[in-house]
């Protein structure tokens, strides 16, 4: 008997021990079932009550689990530990695209153009349309941003303040609303009033991330403020979840039930979510669309580029919604955290961007053509402190920037291989693009060593303006500046979803009597069909164009002005 009860003692204090220990839970309750009670419970326990989503966060034991798990007044009981990434990066492919801007006027991104929002503007700019940025936050200091925006909640600290660490969000935010105040950018919306919930932030792998209940808790206080105000409510979520597993194991078809309920709530309640369809697509894989977009109660944006062609990373399916520009969008950035960067030889200006993370400055000098830059013999003895002026392909941007090092150059100048010669190889990176940032085996991490390398002024330009440089560099000039910004180019289908947002908020500006529904059916509906004829699962209806849905949802505001801009015979 002795001995028994021993052995049973032995078990039972690793036991209780083992048991004590809690996890981060999210328990959904049944509709109707009175939730306040239930969650009361468990006040010791770090609750955090998401009211409005029927739901509440809390620690458990893994035996609290099972007991809420027989409970009949529980939906479910989720980890809270299903992370989301943000879908974009200051590292792009393709092409570089201008990331300079004059300094005293204002810039109309392409894709602004492209989904036809001026033709919009002189009846309404998104006007007392609420937008609510799901992201890394705001910087609502931003000249941009700050006369519009209208407050935040932080799912990180739990703190009124979503102040952008990273800078994804506030790129959103631009490309919705910035402001049309004669410098910098403007958005597609510039009226619109932005509100920020920060539910993700760097996670030190290079891009941030957050959780389903972070997620939920901003979506919790999204639909506490249009509770309270009413009017109409757009949501931006440019993140995601892979669902496709021949990407990742870390991808994950079943989705977390918690934001499955969150966005339908949302929609129920007749606000619109959009979400980014993801970037894990290749050249030889087209990656299913992640979640949220994925999710029914969410409209899914694709990334086309500036000709209109799907982008190489974008997600698709036939979930798959509407397209918007997604490659090489410029926008407003963390102030005092962007780029701009530019090459200027004999008086003309190159389209340019820097490669990440070149040094700052700008610098002149004789610049000296090197080829492909790949290995020493490569580099003319007269590279010595002048500009190499070098051809992608072969080796690595990192290699052929520091082949030029060592060979005595003083700045690079690296231009695109030509994609009329090599397309199925050049421009087709997904983020391999514009870095000299190596990535670990884990094809996620960037290299600390790159990372704290003291590189060189190091720009990108296009394969046509390299060309051009090449013929005339015997003895020739150039200057190449980086310098820190408030801008800055960013791709991902991130970018491509505050496009279909700003349009969202444009229609219903112009509009403002039609419900959520009537919006979305007008923006899909009127979307401009690209790739295989009709709704395909590439570009989902095709390109956003803002200007025939908020014509068809309000003709009469174009009669007169829709008629002298259309004027033909021209
Ligand atoms: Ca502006």
């Known amino acids: 008997m002795k001995r028994a009860a021993l052995v049973a003692l032995f078990f039972l204090v690793p036991l209780t021990a083992f048991a004590q220990q809690t996890q981060r839970y999210i328990v959904g309750m049944k509709p109707g079932v009175t939730r306040g009670a239930k969650a009361a419970q468990w006040a010791g326990r770090n609750l955090e009550d998401l009211a409005n989503l029927d739901s509440f966060v809390v620690n458990l034991t893994d035996a609290e689990v099972q007991a809420l798990r027989n409970d009949a007044s529980v939906r479910y009981v989720e980890s809270a530990e299903i992370k989301f990434f943000a879908l974009g990066t200051t590292v792009h492919p393709g092409t570089p695209v201008a990331e300079s801007h004059p300094v005293d006027a204002q810039v109309t991104p392409y894709g602004v153009t492209m989904v036809r929002a001026p033709q919009v503007w002189p009846v309404a700019k998104g006007d007392g349309v609420n937008v609510a940025i799901v992201d890394t936050g705001i910087d609502y200091t931003h000249p941009e941003i700050k006369d519009h925006y209208q407050g935040g909640f932080n799912a990180i600290t739990g703190t009124s303040d979503p102040r952008d660490d990273d800078g994804h969000g506030t790129h959103v935010a631009g490309t919705i609303a910035a402001a049309d105040n004669g410098f910098g950018v403007v958005g597609v919306a510039p009226n619109a009033k932005i509100w920020s919930a920060k539910v993700l932030a760097p996670d030190g792998t290079g891009t941030s991330s957050g959780s389903n209940a972070q997620i939920a808790s901003g979506l919790n206080w999204v639909l506490g403020k249009r509770n309270e105000l009413g009017g109409h409510w757009i949501v ?61 109660s ?273």
Not at 501 to 508: D, I, M, Q, T
Not at 520 to 540: C, E, F, H, R
Request: charged content about 10%; aromatic content about 8%; some cysteine.
């Open 236 to 296: 931006n979520m440019s993140l995601g979840q892979c669902t496709d597993v021949t990407v990742s194991s870390q991808c994950s078809p079943i989705p977390s039930v918690t934001m499955q309920n969150a966005c339908q709530k949302l929609a129920d309640a007749g606000i619109l979510v959009f979400a980014a369809s993801g970037n894990d697509s290749t050249t030889t894989h087209a990656a299913t669309v992640g979640y949220p977009a994925a999710f029914s």
């Open 298 to 570: 969410v409209i899914a944006v694709g990334a086309v580029d500036s000709t209109q062609t799907v982008a190489v990373f974008s997600n698709q399916g036939p979930e798959l919604a509407v397209s918007g520009p997604g490659v090489g969008v410029f926008s407003s950035f963390i102030v005092g955290k962007g780029t701009n960067s530019f090459v200027n030889s004999a008086g003309n200006t190159y389209d340019a961007s820097a490669l990440i993370p070149a040094g700052k400055g700008t610098l002149s000098g004789q610049y000296v053509y090197c080829g492909l830059g790949a290995t020493a013999a490569d580099f003319p003895a007269s590279v010595k402190n002048n500009i190499a002026l070098i051809q992608r392909g072969t080796a690595t941007f990192n290699l052929k920037t520091k082949n030029a090092l060592a060979a005595g150059a003083k700045a690079v100048v690296i231009y695109n291989c030509s994609i009329a010669a090599t397309p199925t190889t050049c421009g087709s990176e997904t983020f391999g693009g514009w870095t000299l940032v190596g990535k670990l085996s884990d094809g996620v991490t960037d290299d600390p060593a790159d990372l704290a390398f003291a590189w060189p002024i190091d720009i990108g330009i296009s394969y046509a303006d390299g060309e051009a440089l090449r013929k005339a560099a015997a003895g020739a000039t150039l200057t190449e500046t980086n310098v820190v910004d408030d801008y800055a180019v960013e791709s991902g289908t991130s970018m491509a979803c505050p496009h279909a947002v700003g349009v969202a908020a444009l229609v219903w500006s112009v509009a403002p009597n039609a419900s959520a529904s009537d919006i979305k059916s007008a923006i899909l509906n009127n979307a401009a069909d690209l790739g295989a004829t009709g709704k395909d699962n590439a570009y989902g209806f095709g390109l956003l164009d803002a200007f025939a849905a908020a014509r068809q949802l309000n003709p009469a505001a174009f009669s007169v002005k829709g008629r002298m801009a259309g004027r033909r015979g021209h």
